[in-house]
């Protein structure tokens, strides 16, 4: 998988779940500047780019209180 495909489903991911960047990236890596970083080029290690993956497949929106 190359950096460029995982951006694109992170931004899939992002679009279905409304979630912002930012809290994405301290969800999935604790790195608020993540999402913005990867737009930029910043290229991930294989170990981060599999955390990013395992939230997105096991992400569960959180329910209105």
């Given at each position: 998988?190359?950096d460029?495909?995982?951006?694109?489903?992170i931004e899939a991911?992002?679009?279905?779940?409304?979630?912002?960047?930012?809290?994405?990236?301290?969800?999935?890596l604790?790195?608020g500047?993540?999402?913005?970083q990867?737009?930029?080029?910043?290229s991930l290690?294989?170990?981060?780019a599999?955390?990013?993956?395992e939230?997105?497949?096991?992400y569960?929106?959180?329910q209105?209180?």
């Open positions: 998988m190359t460029d495909t995982l951006l694109e489903q991911f992002l679009a279905e779940t409304e979630m912002k960047p930012t809290r994405f990236g301290i969800k999935a604790g790195d500047g993540l999402i913005r990867l737009r930029e080029k910043r290690t294989l170990k981060s599999g955390k990013v993956i939230f997105m497949e096991n569960r929106p959180e209105s209180q």
